[in-house]
């Protein structure tokens, strides 16, 4: 299989704990994004990876909030000291070198309660 | 800032039909517009990628336009069928160098009557 995949698929934990979530982009995908979404909206861009580079953060992802990509193939995300408000869908895409298309996976669905 | 918006929000159709979707754009200096599909509960799955200086591109019953100058880009769906029945959303990049964050629609819900 040579798409984007994400694990876990849900996640359910309790206000408070830490999670982590996994992406395997596409093999030689040097651009790695995640977004998030919430019912009834786009998704909204979190962080963007060049390779292991993390160049760009969005204002949305608050200190406990962390992204990793550290050999530039596949990333985790973390947060910290979950809050309800963090119940979404964290999605990741990947691209290739010098075209535009975003590939997306599968989605974690995270809820907070 | 760009802002993308999407009519209808929601459109419910019978089998066979020829339908429309409008996708809205406020800057035009995009470098391409791209068109998915999204089922319930699942990702996202790239339907078609307009660049700008493209005007259409089809793939089988999808046929996607671009008009750079009015910030628009319309999403034609051909004899549509009940499996045709998802959400559509439309995205542009940012205008930021190498990182092609997408700004998003909030999509349109088709469903597809039997």
């Known amino acids: 299989d040579t798409g984007v995949s994400q694990n876990p698929r849900h996640k359910i934990t309790k206000r408070g704990q830490n999670v982590t979530f996994r992406c395997d982009p596409i093999?030689?995908?040097?651009?790695l994004y995640w977004y998030r979404q919430t019912l009834g909206q786009g998704p909204e861009f979190l962080t963007y990876?060049?390779?292991?580079?993390?160049?760009?953060k969005s204002r949305l992802l608050s200190d406990r909030f962390s992204a990793e990509r550290p050999k530039g193939s596949f990333s985790t995300l973390e947060i910290q000291r979950t809050e309800q408000g963090d119940s979404a869908m964290y999605l990741c895409?990947?691209?290739?070198?010098?075209?535009?298309?975003?590939?997306f996976g599968p989605g974690t669905r995270l809820t907070v309660l | 800032k760009q802002e993308v918006t999407q009519i209808p929000a929601a459109l419910s159709v019978p089998e066979g039909e020829n339908l429309v979707l409008n996708c809205s754009f406020t800057?035009?200096?995009?470098?391409?517009l791209q068109w998915f599909r999204q089922d319930p509960g699942k990702g996202l799955t790239s339907l078609l990628l307009?660049?700008?200086s493209q005007r259409e591109q089809t793939s089988g019953r999808l046929n996607a336009s671009l008009d750079k100058s009015s910030g628009r880009s319309t999403l034609y769906i051909a004899a549509s069928q009940p499996g045709d029945s998802a959400t559509y959303l439309c995205?542009?990049?940012?205008?930021?160098?190498?990182?092609?964050?997408?700004?998003w629609g909030l999509g349109t819900s088709l469903a597809v009557n039997p």
């Open positions: 995205a542009v990049p940012s205008d930021a160098g190498n990182n092609r964050k997408l700004i």
């Open positions: 895409a990947s691209s290739p070198p010098h075209a535009d298309t975003q590939y």
């Open positions: 307009i660049q700008s």
């Open positions: 990876f060049q390779n292991e580079a993390q160049l760009e």
């Open positions: 093999s030689e995908h040097n651009r």
């Open positions: 800057d035009s200096a995009i470098y391409n």
